[in-house]
């Protein structure tokens, strides 16, 4: 199942501009070419419930409500003490290695735990991570991620 990281969503439900406007394209081609449904996790919710407010300026954005209705999301329950047991046990394999962000390694448990086999994500950090974790990734990793993969392994 693939995976959606907050940014992801955040190109699936908003116009993006400038430079990050490739990514609703990017996101369309995507959905055009994988149908299902796309997994998402407590924690990229709530992550959601920050990023959306801010990217519509209000604090009831309609975006936010379409989330948590849209069907073509499988929401995954997580189990909050396994999350962490999951989160720490990166920790231990990555925090020495690189400035690992609390919330990617909580994201990647969470995406590990509810069976993801891919994840869809603009984050190289996050991508890179993912990878050394065996997951598949998409976009592909580009060279900054490549590097910070280098130093993970």
Known sequence: ????????LVAMFFEQAGDLKQRNAVVDRFLRAHHGQL???PVVLLECENVFRHEA?????????QLETDDRFYRDPMNWAVLKRET????RHYAH???LGTFDATLLASAKLAGAKTILSFDENFK???TAEG???FPPL???GQATLAKLR
């Open 1 to 8: 199942m693939n995976f959606a990281d907050t940014n992801w």
């Open 39 to 41: 997994l998402v996790s």
């Open 57 to 65: 300026g209000e604090s009831q954005p309609v975006e936010l409500e």
């Open 88 to 91: 720490q046990e990166l920790f």
């Open 97 to 99: 290695k690189i400035k």
């Open 128 to 130: 890179a991570l993912a």
């Open 135 to 137: 997951l598949q990734v």
């Open 142 to 144: 580009s060279a900054s």
